[in-house]
């Protein structure tokens, strides 16, 4: 949803004139569309008709990589939003997508810090970590 707000609050700007919002633009709507690219494995549970596949490391690494092109993303949407510009509307929406941009960059960062934890399985919960096997 946050990636959404980004790219749609981009898109409904003169972004086109300037070449900093275009990078916004494919970052944003790459990864949403990836986002809901791997929702959709996970919801209908095709992760597990392709076991061979490490998924937990394959989501580390998207979310990792998402969060390295979003700071850029962020920076630059960030840098191009000029508050002197003769159209107010598009100043606004600009300053609320580099704040999404930065939220959705912190929210890619923690999936990637969790994502590490279950890539690394230090995800156990108490009910699993406190099981014995006494017979």
């Known amino acids: 949803v946050l990636g959404l707000l980004v790219w749609t609050l981009i898109a409904v700007t003169t972004y086109y004139l300037h070449a900093a919002y275009s990078w916004v633009m494919?970052?944003?709507?790459?990864?949403?569309?990836?986002?809901?690219?791997?929702f959709v494995i996970y919801?209908?549970?095709l992760q597990l008709?392709?076991?061979t596949i490490p998924w937990p490391l394959v989501l580390m690494?998207?979310?990792?990589?998402?969060?390295?092109?979003?700071?850029?993303?962020?920076?630059?949407?960030?840098?191009?939003v000029q508050p002197t510009s003769w159209r107010q509307w598009d100043y606004n929406r600009r300053a609320a997508a580099s704040f999404f941009a930065c939220v959705v960059m912190i929210t890619y960062?923690?999936?990637t810090f969790f994502s590490f934890r279950a890539w690394k399985g230090l995800g156990s919960n108490?009910?699993?970590?406190?099981?014995?096997d006494r017979v």
């Not at 494919?26 to 791997?38: A, G, M, R, Y």
């Not at 998207?62 to 390295?68: D, L, Q």
Request: net charge positive; proline share 0%.
């Open 49 to 51: 008709k392709f076991y």
């Open 126 to 132: 108490a009910a699993t970590s406190q099981v014995t």
């Open 61 to 80: 690494i998207f979310n990792a990589v998402a969060t390295v092109l979003y700071i850029s993303a962020f920076v630059t949407c960030a840098a191009a």
């Open 43 to 45: 919801l209908f549970q």
């Open 26 to 38: 494919f970052v944003s709507i790459f990864f949403w569309i990836l986002t809901i690219l791997f």
């Open 109 to 111: 960062g923690v999936s």
